[in-house]
């Protein structure tokens, strides 16, 4: 115990000692009191340290504010590029020109910068974009913001006062899903559901090129039931109409066009010139070809029997397609061409109507051969007929008939009326016309989750994702 107690009082007096000789060293100097009073003050040490720490500790908390500048600076410039990139997507998906969609991301990229960019620091030439998962899609916009940062405290021990920061971001136009029913007037409602009608289509969507305030409308006791819509107007009142859960509709969209604008009817020669009215309970096979079109130069009207188109192009020229009291028509794997004011007029009557286009497991490669690709196209009406009709004097199912489709029916220059009680159904079908009309008490129910089969290609633009 006593050594340990020497031990410590044996360096108390060696920690005593330095500042003694410190004391006693100045001591042999003549210094004025106030100086020596500074000497023996042992409590200024502390200061001297933190003088001397000082510079280093100012340093740390300078790096510390400067790499917090670049991370803030970084990401006020990633989130202009972001938004950059979105609003130069919905200009693409608004029917923009490359040069159009990048003046709209510029002006957005500024707005959140807060500042201007040079040519230099907004790329303004990658759609689609170069690098990435979206080198091949069309509707993909990238945009690529460079800045200039300067430094504040690392200037001193860099030889530049600035730094290069950079953002990139790509945003696209997602698919909005398959079109099943199109009306391709422009001022006029495209789809008009009244009366009793119940249509209900299922996994596709609803398109109006209309730009009135009620492009597709449903009134009365009608419902309307689809994935989703899209119009290039208005929809004013959906309280009878039911989409998914999911459904981002899209209202004052850009026109959708025209996927068989350039297809063409072929010409060809009467093989009926009378055509041909069934009445006599008969039944009376077609067999077609894709080649050489059978054309009936007037009605092909089934009344009392049946009569199958198949395996080929079917011209009605100049007369009506109908079917009625009792009267079958089925239509296999084929084609029917209405031209020079022909129409479906009256599918009504207790008939029974079944129809069904080609398809790509059912035709062979020879639409070379004919004017026009007639895979997957059921109805065709030519763009000649005239876009005036009232009632029944347009194309129109009604009555009590049964009808089963499978295809595209096209009349771009017509409507078409789904009305009485006619009851309607398919696995893949496609309706494009002026407009569509449904009323009475029809029922139009269509499952399209069945169009394996068919190489239909029908889409409308979707929402804007920022994908990258």
């Given at each position: 115990m006593?050594?340990?107690?020497?031990k410590?009082?044996?360096a108390?007096?060696?920690g005593a000692?330095?500042p003694?000789?410190?004391?006693?060293?100045f001591?042999?100097?003549?210094l004025?009191?106030l100086a020596?009073?500074l000497?023996?003050d042992k409590?200024g040490?502390?200061?001297?340290?933190?003088a001397?720490?000082?510079p280093v500790?100012?340093g740390?908390?300078?790096?510390?504010?400067?790499?917090g500048?670049w991370?803030?600076?970084?990401?006020?410039?990633?989130?202009?590029?972001?938004a950059?990139?979105?609003?130069?997507?919905?200009g693409v998906k608004s029917?923009d020109?490359?040069?159009a969609?990048?003046?709209?991301?510029?002006l957005e990229a500024?707005r959140n910068?807060?500042?201007?960019?040079?040519a230099?620091?907004?790329n303004?030439d990658i759609?689609p974009p170069?690098?990435?998962a979206?080198t091949?899609?069309?509707?993909?916009?990238e945009?690529?913001l460079?800045?200039?940062?300067?430094l504040?405290?690392i200037?001193?021990?860099?030889?530049?006062s600035?730094i290069t920061i950079?953002?990139?971001?790509v945003?696209?136009?997602l698919?909005g899903?398959?079109i099943?029913?199109m009306?391709k007037?422009?001022?006029?409602t495209g789809i008009?559901s009244?009366?009793?009608?119940?249509?209900?289509?299922d996994n596709?969507v609803v398109v109006?090129n209309s730009?009135?305030?009620?492009?597709?409308?449903?009134?009365?006791?009608a419902?309307?039931?689809a994935?989703?819509y899209y119009?290039?107007g208005?929809?004013s009142?959906?309280?009878?109409?039911?989409?998914?859960?999911?459904c981002?509709?899209?209202?004052?969209?850009?026109p959708?066009?025209?996927?068989?604008a350039s297809?063409?009817?072929?010409?060809?020669?009467?093989d009926?010139?009378?055509?041909?009215?069934?009445n006599?309970?008969?039944?009376?096979p077609?067999?077609g070809s894709?080649i050489?079109?059978k054309v009936?130069?007037?009605?092909l009207?089934?009344?009392?029997?049946?009569?199958?188109?198949?395996n080929?192009?079917?011209v009605?020229?100049?007369?009506d397609?109908?079917?009625?009291?009792n009267?079958i028509l089925?239509?296999?794997n084929?084609?029917i061409?209405?031209k020079?004011?022909?129409r479906?007029?009256n599918?009504n009557g207790?008939?029974?109507i079944?129809?069904?286009?080609?398809?790509s497991t059912?035709?062979?490669?020879?639409?070379?051969s004919t004017?026009g690709?007639?895979q997957?196209i059921?109805?065709?009406?030519d763009?000649?007929t005239s876009?005036?009709?009232?009632?029944n004097?347009?194309?129109?199912l009604n009555?009590?008939s049964s009808?089963?489709f499978?295809?595209?029916?096209?009349?771009p220059n017509?409507?078409?009326?789904?009305?009485g009680?006619n009851?309607?159904?398919?696995?893949?079908v496609?309706i494009?016309a002026?407009?569509?009309?449904?009323?009475g008490?029809?029922?139009?129910?269509?499952?399209?989750n069945?169009c394996s089969?068919?190489?239909i290609?029908?889409t409308?633009?979707?929402?804007?994702g920022?994908?990258?």
């Amino acid at each position: 115990m006593r050594n340990i107690e020497a031990k410590q009082a044996t360096a108390r007096k060696r920690g005593a000692f330095f500042p003694k000789i410190l004391v006693n060293a100045f001591s042999s100097f003549h210094l004025p009191p106030l100086a020596k009073n500074l000497v023996r003050d042992k409590s200024g040490v502390i200061v001297i340290m933190f003088a001397l720490l000082l510079p280093v500790l100012l340093g740390v908390i300078g790096i510390g504010v400067e790499v917090g500048g670049w991370y803030q600076s970084r990401r006020g410039l990633q989130s202009a590029a972001d938004a950059a990139a979105i609003a130069g997507a919905y200009g693409v998906k608004s029917g923009d020109s490359e040069a159009a969609a990048y003046a709209k991301a510029k002006l957005e990229a500024e707005r959140n910068w807060g500042g201007a960019f040079t040519a230099g620091e907004f790329n303004t030439d990658i759609m689609p974009p170069t690098s990435g998962a979206y080198t091949t899609d069309s509707s993909a916009l990238e945009v690529e913001l460079t800045k200039s940062v300067s430094l504040m405290f690392i200037k001193y021990l860099m030889s530049s006062s600035s730094i290069t920061i950079n953002a990139r971001a790509v945003a696209t136009v997602l698919s909005g899903g398959d079109i099943c029913l199109m009306g391709k007037d422009t001022s006029d409602t495209g789809i008009d559901s009244g009366g009793n009608a119940t249509v209900n289509v299922d996994n596709c969507v609803v398109v109006s090129n209309s730009s009135d305030p009620d492009a597709i409308e449903a009134t009365g006791n009608a419902t309307l039931i689809a994935d989703c819509y899209y119009v290039v107007g208005g929809v004013s009142d959906t309280t009878q109409m039911t989409f998914d859960a999911g459904c981002s509709p899209t209202q004052n969209g850009a026109p959708i066009t025209d996927p068989y604008a350039s297809l063409t009817d072929p010409n060809a020669a009467c093989d009926y010139p009378g055509g041909l009215t069934v009445n006599d309970g008969s039944s009376n096979p077609f067999d077609g070809s894709f080649i050489d079109p059978k054309v009936f130069c007037g009605d092909l009207w089934v009344q009392n029997g049946e009569v199958t188109l198949s395996n080929g192009i079917f011209v009605i020229d100049g007369g009506d397609l109908k079917a009625n009291a009792n009267g079958i028509l089925r239509v296999v794997n084929a084609t029917i061409i209405l031209k020079n004011g022909a129409r479906i007029n009256n599918f009504n009557g207790s008939s029974l109507i079944e129809m069904s286009a080609p398809t790509s497991t059912t035709v062979s490669p020879i639409d070379s051969s004919t004017p026009g690709v007639w895979q997957d196209i059921l109805v065709y009406q030519d763009r000649d007929t005239s876009n005036t009709c009232t009632g029944n004097n347009c194309n129109s199912l009604n009555g009590n008939s049964s009808s089963t489709f499978n295809g595209v029916m096209y009349f771009p220059n017509q409507e078409i009326n789904i009305q009485g009680g006619n009851t309607s159904s398919g696995n893949c079908v496609r309706i494009i016309a002026l407009r569509i009309g449904f009323s009475g008490n029809n029922t139009f129910n269509i499952d399209n989750n069945y169009c394996s089969n068919f190489a239909i290609s029908m889409t409308v633009p979707g929402g804007v994702g920022l994908v990258e």
